[in-house]
């Protein structure tokens, strides 16, 4: 669900810069549809982007395997991309490299050869169900979250910020504190890019700057060793509400890093703390919740 909301509040605003953003919406609070003219234009208030779909994906596909199954997940990504190939209406703005890499699935291609060297946040925005899953053991979750990667996203830095989402996600589940999450995410994705683990341990330097001066040094493209920074700049920054408005509102990939950080609060405090103003209008609230569910209940299992 802080998936969903982080996404779908920070939809109308991606690829505008923290100016244009005041300039046009203000601080963003509440749901809004797509501005016309803006690449999500004709998506409406509380409907979400790849984002929400994608970790949905995985997800389901640990679902319907009992557990993680690389070639299950890489035919949900084919069987989803078939849609929007057929109907580029219903491409919600998937990006470079995950588009080029599902095509290429659908042309035939194995995915252990279709992903790109593209150091973007593809992977990273979608990892949270392997932490939510697999919380209990650290390496199984660097492990599976590294491998769901590679079907779109081969880059060492892609890589680094998947497992770094879904280790942060794991920890919040188990109660630790912000600051050991940060260190222990960090050290993970240092296994597959010290740079990116770099930036990852700095965002703890930064808290006692104004947020957009932190913001603005750590940047905000679809760059992972950007969006997944300012993901958990604003997990540690701010308590939940106030973090996901601060995401969608400064600028740049706003729904990934709104809905990673949407991601870190769900897993820390579950789903009390989001406005009912914001369940209200959100596209597929049965099929998020049940998905949840049934992840939750596939979890103790393989916990116990």
């Known amino acids: ?163 770094a989402v879904a280790v942060g996600v794991a920890l919040c589940l188990t109660g630790f504190s912000k600051e050991m999450i940060l260190r222990n995410a960090a050290s993970q994705a240092s296994r597959l890019d010290e740079y990116f683990a770099e930036r990852l341990l700095w965002v703890g330097e930064l808290l006692d700057l104004k947020p957009e001066d932190a913001l603005g040094v750590i940047r905000n493209s679809p760059l992972a060793a950007e969006t997944v920074p300012a993901a958990f700049y604003c997990f540690m920054r701010f308590e939940p509400e106030e973090a996901l408005v601060m995401a969608a509102s400064s600028g740049g990939d706003t729904d990934s890093i709104a809905s990673i950080a949407g991601s870190l609060f769900g897993a820390a405090k579950g789903s009390r703390w989001i406005p009912e103003s914001w369940l209200a209008v959100l596209e597929g609230r049965e099929r998020i919740e049940s998905a949840a569910l049934c992840l939750s209940e596939l979890s103790s299992s393989i916990c116990r």
């Open 1 to 163: 669900m802080g998936v969903a909301v982080g996404d779908a509040l920070g939809m109308p605003t991606e690829g505008y810069t923290a100016r244009e953003i005041s300039s046009k919406f203000g601080m963003v609070r509440e749901m809004m549809p797509a501005p016309e003219g803006h690449f999500h234009s004709g998506l409406t208030a509380g409907q979400f982007t790849d984002d929400t779909e994608e970790t949905l994906l995985l997800a389901e596909s640990l679902i319907d395997a009992s557990g993680f199954s690389p070639d299950g997940f890489a035919e949900k990504l084919t069987s989803w991309g078939a849609t929007w190939t057929l109907d580029e209406r219903l491409n919600r703005g998937v990006g470079f490299a995950t588009r080029s890499a599902v095509e290429s699935m659908i042309r035939g291609k194995p995915w252990q050869q279709s992903g790109l060297n593209i150091p973007t946040c593809g992977a990273a925005m979608r990892a949270a169900p392997i932490g939510l899953l697999y919380h209990t053991n650290l390496n199984i979750v660097k492990s599976y979250a590294d491998l769901q990667s590679l079907p779109t996203h081969t880059s060492a830095a892609a890589r680094a910020g998947a497992v």
